[in-house]
Every structure is written in structure tokens, then in C-alpha cells.
């Protein structure tokens, strides 16, 4: 194995996970519990719910920027639960979706870089060179986010949606089929460093460029202890037949990326397109009252986050947020609007708040990835009107609903009966 040792790869590195921690975990917190890994289902957080919609336990993402794998299972493990008639629990391995993002991104890669030295006419030493430089260390720290065209680390909606795309092409596997986790952004580290090294002895072979070569350098060698321990099983059985994990996820889970589509108030592309922060609420309104969460991505500023709820005091403006503070992903749950009742509404009372506009919203609920002690609320977090204005004005906020949702927003809801108190 080539060891690596280039210093200017050390140091991007160093800051990469530097801010990837603050990014996984919002600025928030240093460190948190790890919560069970049963299946157990929970139909809600709390008692203060306007639809009830069943969710899997939260999870523990740990020191790795994998919130947007996070939120794109708990959205899939969440429709299964919704759909099927016993109400079954299923729990997918949120590393398994990421491997597959990861074997994406790194063909796009070899690609590129394949092309370079061909193109360039590069020996064995100046394409090493190529390889040790600074634009190539940077691709490799930044294969941990999510995969669509226009991906960029600090937005991870773009992962979100580009995760139901890896879901859909790839497929997704229970995680009693694949066990592995990250344990500690260390153990990332280390896993990234191994990568490298089987990846750049992949580049500078003759060995041609495929799904499976690239598959294998996400794998560790008997020398190595950090790349993943194998890849994810193409099949397995579930429910007493063999099934390979494409067909469990368009046959049994029902994955459709194309279903979904993303809506955003601001966007670092170049022809972003604005939304006002109502108009994606009613969209997302509209989604949860069909009994489906929704992924989003917010700017998690940690000084307007009290008692597991962000809000901006009634002294502050939204002048007071900073540029950026990176960014996170996670799944709406629920709204709740100003003087709503506690517990699940009937069919009546859900198409009564329904039909308020955004100034009678209270709070949206958001279902993290930072463990169930991370908050008052298990694990959840309030997101209240006040800082969804100020994402509206500075930062950013980014969703996934149905596609037919994000082009008609406003279009009277379709109410699954399942998400009312049955009345």
C-alpha cells in the first residue's frame, strides 16, 4: 500500500473533520449518549402533535456527517411503517446507504481523473503528483455527502434527495444484513486515510474503472483496520425469500425518488430559485397530513437553540444570525399551530389547522440524529415560527416533498386518515 503522507492532505483533513463535527452536530454538542438501535416504534415524541405519523427510535449519527442518511432512513423506515397494514417496523442501515453514495461519487471521480492523465499525457510520477495535490484531497474528504448533480457539503437537502436517488438505484438493506457503524469521527478519519490509499492505487493500475474495482476500495486489505469491513450484500432474505436489495427497496419499501422533488428559500447554485418560507410550510403541512415526514435542511445556529427549541428572542432580528454556520438534516415530523390541542386531531380539527395560514404556526417538530438525550423531547427538536422567518431572510432551508406537493403547494391537502385519532 502507498502510505499517506502528504502534509497538505493532512491538513485539509484536520479541518475537513474539524468541521465536519460542528456540522454534524449543529454546533451544539460535544458529545451525546448513543441511543438503542431496536426497532421499537414510536408514534410520536410527545403529546403535543397535530398528525401522527409512526417514526422509528431516534438515532445516533455520532462525530459523522452522515445526517443526511439519517434523515433520508428515517423518511423510508417511516413510510414502510405507515404503509404496511400490520404497521411492521423495519431498521435499515443508514452506513449501508452511505457506502453506496460513497462508491458514486468515487467513480465520478476515477472518471475525471482517468481522463486527466490520458488527456495530459501524465507519466506514473506526475500523475502521483496529480494525486497528492490539493484539488484531489479535496474531492476524497467530501465523498461522506450525499450524491445528486449539484451536491455542495454545506447544503445537505441536496444529500436528502440524492439519498431516495442512491436508494433508488442501488437499493437499501436491513441493517440486521449489514451491521457496520461508525463509532467516532476518529474511526472516520482513520476509515478516510485507508480509502485513500485504495483508491489512488486503483487510479495509477491498469486495472478498468468499474462499480465493483470501486466497490473494493472502500473495503479494507488484511493490512488495513478503518475501511469498511466489506460491502453491503447484494441479497438476502426477507420474510423467508432471497431478495437483493434493488428489489427490496422498489418492491418492499416502495423508492421512488422520482416521486419527490426539492424545494428551497435559498440555494448557493448558480440560478437558485427562491421560495418564501410560507409557501414551503403549506407544503410541508400538506406532506405530513399525508402521512409523510419530510427531510430538510436548515442552518442549526446553536445560541437560538433553548430548552430543544430554536427561536429568535422578540429583541433579536434576523440581521442577528450569522452568514453561515454550516448545516444539518433532519425530518420534519409534525406542526403544531399557536393554541392548537394536545394529542392527535380528528379528520375535522386537522382540516381546520390545516387551512391557517403561516402566522398562526407555532413550531414545526423535527426528528434529529444526535440521539435520544439530545433534547427535552427525546431526541426531537421545535423549530418555531420565529426562526423559520429568519432562515427565511439569512441562512438557508431546504425540503423534500412530493413532487406533485412542490408544484402546487397550495392545493387543498390530502388527509390520510392514519395520521388522525381515528374520529
Given at each position: ?402 413532487a406533485d406537493i412542490a408544484a402546487n403547494p397550495f392545493a387543498a391537502p390530502t388527509i390520510n386518515p392514519k395520521v388522525t385519532n381515528g374520529q
Amino acid at each position: 500500500m502507498i502510505t499517506c503522507k502528504n502534509k497538505m492532505f493532512d491538513s485539509y483533513l484536520k479541518k475537513s473533520f474539524a468541521a465536519m463535527k460542528l456540522f454534524a452536530h449543529g454546533l451544539l454538542l460535544a458529545t451525546i449518549a448513543m441511543t438503542a438501535s431496536s426497532c421499537n416504534r414510536h408514534r410520536s415524541h410527545s403529546a403535543d402533535k397535530g398528525v401522527e405519523i409512526a417514526q422509528t427510535d431516534v438515532q445516533d449519527q455520532g462525530g459523522v456527517g452522515l445526517c443526511w442518511a439519517y434523515a433520508t432512513i428515517g423518511l423510508i423506515e417511516s413510510n414502510y411503517k405507515m404503509e404496511t397494514q400490520t404497521g411492521d417496523a423495519i431498521n435499515l442501515s443508514e452506513e449501508g446507504l452511505a457506502f453506496y453514495n460513497m462508491s458514486q461519487k468515487l467513480l465520478g471521480i476515477a472518471t475525471i481523473y482517468r481522463k486527466k492523465r490520458s488527456d495530459s499525457n501524465l507519466n506514473p510520477v506526475e500523475f502521483g503528483t496529480l494525486l497528492d495535490g490539493v484539488e484531489f484531497g479535496k474531492l476524497l474528504i467530501r465523498i461522506d455527502g450525499g450524491h445528486v448533480g449539484d451536491w455542495d457539503h454545506a447544503d445537505p437537502t441536496e444529500s436528502a434527495n440524492g439519498g431516495l436517488q442512491i436508494a433508488t438505484l442501488n437499493g437499501v438493506i436491513p441493517e440486521s444484513e449489514w451491521t457496520y457503524k461508525f463509532a467516532t469521527n476518529d474511526d472516520y478519519k482513520a476509515f478516510l486515510v485507508e480509502v485513500r490509499q485504495n483508491f489512488k492505487e486503483l487510479l495509477q493500475s491498469s486495472e478498468n474503472i468499474t462499480q465493483e474495482a470501486i466497490e473494493k476500495t472502500l473495503v479494507r486489505t488484511p493490512a488495513q483496520t478503518a475501511a469498511f469491513p466489506s460491502s453491503p450484500p447484494k441479497n438476502f432474505r426477507f420474510n423467508g425469500a432471497n431478495i437483493t436489495a434493488a428489489d427490496f427497496a422498489k418492491n418492499v419499501l416502495k423508492i421512488n425518488s422520482n416521486e419527490f422533488a426539492k424545494m428551497t428559500v435559498k440555494s448557493a447554485g448558480d440560478a437558485p430559485v427562491f421560495t418564501p418560507a410560507a409557501t414551503l410550510v403549506s407544503a410541508i403541512k400538506a406532506t405530513l397530513a399525508r402521512g409523510i415526514s419530510v427531510p430538510l435542511a436548515f442552518v442549526p445556529y446553536a445560541n437560538f437553540l433553548k430548552s430543544g427549541t430554536y427561536s429568535i428572542p422578540g429583541n433579536a432580528s434576523p440581521s442577528t444570525l450569522p452568514e453561515s454556520a454550516g448545516g444539518h438534516a433532519v425530518l420534519i415530523t409534525d406542526f403544531v399551530n399557536t393554541g392548537s390541542q394536545e394529542g392527535a386531531l380528528s379528520m375535522a380539527d386537522l382540516k381546520s389547522q390545516l387551512a391557517k395560514g403561516f402566522d398562526n404556526l407555532n413550531y414545526i417538530v423535527i426528528k434529529n440524529s444526535w440521539g435520544s438525550t439530545a433534547s427535552q423531547f427525546q431526541g426531537y427538536h421545535h423549530i418555531d415560527r420565529s426562526y423559520i422567518e429568519a432562515l427565511d431572510a439569512r441562512g438557508y432551508m431546504k425540503i423534500i416533498v412530493p413532487a406533485d406537493i412542490a408544484a402546487n403547494p397550495f392545493a387543498a391537502p390530502t388527509i390520510n386518515p392514519k395520521v388522525t385519532n381515528g374520529q
